[in-house]
């Protein structure tokens, strides 16, 4: 049932607070043994004892305990730390005291490094080193001693007919093992070795336009029989260019190898000592 | 301030502790209802009360006389630890009220008040615990209490021109929900 009951906002709004204030106060009473939790809760829970009257909660200074340790005490286990850390290497005057263990290890490799790189390799005597193992791997060179005769290693070989026998326009070939001839020595020329044999026609007799070659033996037969790869003992000529062009390619990326493995190792060297290095120059 | 209640605090300060229980006799009916205004369960109530003391006798070293009186020290931290536990506890159901709200237009501006009735106090009733729970709080800091503005900005951590604000908004909202209410007992 509604009233005519005029109530100003603020007065319904006051009335209706109050009443909700003693519903709920009457559905939440406060209960009896109140101060007995409380007092339990602080007896429990809070430890630290309040300050004096009249002081801040920031103003409360709190104490930090830590233990006392005489200078003298301080030294010495400075000192054991210290000492532990250096047991690598032992404790001389010479030695810097501000240098680790692990600083000192690490510098040998670099002096190895050095020692080994105090002649610089020029890209000469890698080509040579190269050369030779690529003859090794190759295994063009026979490996029998270079000590044997020679005419014993020709008499190995079948006839070989005479260039009047092939007549013109007809290729001649020494046989035998490819290798017969070529490890007579690295150095030697062709020329002489072909010379030290006893059967060995001459270009002169040979004629014009008729090319020797030095290979396996086989049926002679009217075409040209062309040698397989492997077979040829020696760089030929004009493949030397390209070959010693290639070994030296190959000396040049031996050596960036190493250049760069030797920066890596100064790199390494100079973050452990904390230095700063200048930026290489690009030599290219 | 009590001359007997600020001699209490110095005691208490001083090193007597069983002197606060005496404090907790003294205002922990009113802290109840005040906790009670904007918490519901009761068991959130009682743990939020005790909470509260507790609180009080750690920093009661911060206590400045001279800026608020004990009891509203007291709803101040006691405020503060209720937002710590509801908001832990979740039921401050803060987006259920705001969902609520969403759906009510600001085109009301409370004329209806003008005819206020039995009913349309019990209403506002219903209505104030359908608000969050700090809008119930300010509400009942406001009317139930009558405290003043820069008592109410003390206890909640605000200021008088913001809760201003604030009340004037609750008193829209209040408007629309019980036009709401009503057109629903139609």
Same mark, same amino acid.
């Given at each position: 049932?509604?009233?005519?009951?005029?109530?100003?906002?603020?007065?319904?709004?006051?009335?209706?607070?109050?009443?909700?204030?003693?519903?709920?106060?009457? !559905?939440?009473?406060?209960?009896?043994?109140?101060?007995?939790?409380?007092?339990?809760?602080?007896? +429990?829970?809070?430890?630290?004892?309040?300050?004096?009257?009249?002081?801040?909660?920031?103003?409360?200074?709190?104490?930090?305990?830590?233990?006392?340790?005489?200078?003298?005490?301080?030294?010495?286990?400075?000192?054991?730390?210290?000492?532990?850390?250096? +047991?690598?290497?032992?404790?001389?005057?010479?030695?810097?005291?501000?240098?680790?263990?692990?600083?000192?290890?690490?510098?040998?490799?670099?002096?190895?490094?050095?020692?080994? !790189?105090?002649?610089?390799?020029?890209?000469?005597?890698?080509?040579?080193?190269?050369?030779?193992?690529?003859?090794?791997?190759?295994?063009?060179?026979?490996?029998?001693?270079?000590?044997?005769?020679?005419?014993?290693?020709?008499?190995?070989?079948?006839?070989?007919?005479?260039?009047?026998?092939?007549?013109?326009?007809?290729?001649?070939?020494?046989?035998?093992?490819?290798?017969?001839? $070529?490890?007579?020595?690295?150095?030697?020329?062709?020329?002489?070795?072909?010379?030290?044999?006893?059967?060995?026609?001459?270009?002169?007799?040979?004629?014009?336009?008729?090319?020797?070659?030095?290979?396996?033996?086989?049926?002679?037969?009217?075409?040209?029989?062309?040698?397989?790869?492997?077979?040829?003992?020696?760089?030929? $000529?004009?493949?030397?260019?390209? $070959? !010693?062009?290639?070994?030296?390619? !190959?000396?040049?990326?031996?050596?960036?190898?190493?250049?760069?493995?030797?920066?890596?190792?100064? $790199?390494?060297?100079?973050?452990?000592?904390?230095?700063?290095?200048?930026?290489?120059?690009?030599?290219? | 301030?009590?001359?007997? #209640?600020? #001699?209490?605090?110095?005691?208490?300060?001083?090193?007597?502790?069983?002197?606060?229980?005496?404090?907790?006799?003294?205002?922990?009916?009113?802290?109840?209802?005040?906790?009670?205004?904007?918490?519901?369960?009761?068991?959130?109530?009682?743990?939020?009360?005790?909470?509260?003391?507790?609180?009080?006798?750690?920093?009661?070293? *911060?206590?400045?006389?001279?800026?608020?009186?004990? *009891?509203?020290?007291?709803?101040?931290? =006691?405020?503060?630890? =209720?937002?710590?536990?509801?908001?832990?506890?979740?039921?401050?159901?803060?987006?259920?009220?705001?969902?609520?709200?969403?759906?009510?237009?600001?085109?009301?501006?409370?004329?209806?008040?003008?005819? =206020?009735?039995?009913?349309?106090?019990?209403?506002?009733?219903?209505?104030?615990?359908?608000?969050?729970?700090?809008?119930?709080?300010?509400?009942?800091?406001?009317?139930?209490?009558?405290?003043?503005?820069?008592?109410? =900005?003390?206890?909640?951590?605000?200021?008088?021109?913001?809760?201003?604000?604030?009340?004037?908004?609750?008193? *829209?909202?209040?408007?629309?929900?019980?036009?709401?209410?009503?057109?629903?007992?139609?």
């Amino acid at each position: 049932m509604k009233t005519n009951d005029n109530i100003s906002t603020e007065d319904a709004l006051r009335k209706a607070m109050q009443r909700r204030a003693q519903r709920r106060s009457a !559905e939440c009473p406060a209960p009896a043994d109140l101060e007995d939790l409380v007092m339990q809760r602080i007896t +429990s829970t809070v430890k630290s004892p309040l300050p004096t009257g009249g002081k801040s909660h920031h103003d409360r200074s709190y104490r930090l305990i830590i233990p006392v340790v005489s200078a003298a005490a301080a030294v010495l286990i400075g000192f054991l730390l210290w000492q532990h850390k250096e +047991s690598p290497t032992a404790i001389t005057p010479e030695t810097d005291a501000a240098k680790s263990p692990s600083l000192a290890t690490q510098e040998m490799p670099k002096q190895q490094g050095n020692e080994k !790189e105090a002649q610089p390799v020029t890209v000469e005597q890698a080509s040579q080193e190269h050369l030779l193992a690529v003859k090794q791997k190759e295994n063009v060179v026979s490996q029998k001693s270079e000590t044997e005769p020679l005419e014993q290693k020709i008499a190995g070989l079948t006839i070989v007919p005479t260039s009047a026998d092939l007549g013109p326009g007809v290729t001649m070939r020494l046989g035998g093992s490819a290798d017969t001839l $070529a490890h007579k020595g690295v150095d030697e020329p062709l020329e002489q070795k072909i010379a030290s044999l006893t059967v060995v026609p001459t270009p002169a007799d040979l004629g014009p336009g008729v090319t020797m070659r030095l290979g396996k033996p086989c049926p002679i037969t009217a075409g040209v029989e062309p040698l397989q790869e492997e077979e040829v003992s020696p760089i030929p $000529a004009d493949k030397q260019a390209l $070959a !010693e062009l290639y070994l030296a390619e !190959e000396a040049l990326q031996v050596a960036y190898e190493r250049r760069a493995v030797r920066e890596a190792v100064r $790199a390494y060297t100079a973050g452990i000592k904390g230095e700063k290095l200048p930026k290489p120059v690009i030599a290219f | 301030m009590q001359a007997d #209640e600020r #001699e209490l605090i110095q005691d208490i300060l001083s090193g007597r502790t069983e002197a606060f229980g005496q404090l907790v006799r003294q205002h922990g009916g009113a802290l109840t209802s005040f906790v009670a205004s904007f918490v519901s369960q009761q068991a959130d109530v009682e743990e939020v009360v005790q909470q509260a003391f507790v609180a009080a006798f750690e920093h009661l070293g *911060q206590y400045d006389a001279n800026r608020a009186s004990f *009891q509203t020290w007291l709803w101040r931290i =006691a405020h503060h630890t =209720a937002l710590k536990h509801l908001t832990r506890r979740r039921q401050f159901f803060i987006e259920e009220h705001e969902q609520a709200a969403q759906n009510l237009t600001d085109d009301d501006d409370g004329s209806m008040f003008e005819q =206020a009735t039995d009913s349309r106090v019990r209403l506002l009733e219903y209505a104030t615990d359908q608000l969050p729970p700090d809008d119930q709080l300010l509400l009942h800091l406001y009317y139930a209490e009558e405290r003043s503005l820069n008592d109410i =900005a003390y206890i909640l951590d605000s200021n008088a021109n913001a809760l201003s604000s604030r009340l004037y908004r609750i008193r *829209q909202r209040l408007a629309q929900l019980i036009k709401h209410f009503e057109h629903e007992d139609e």
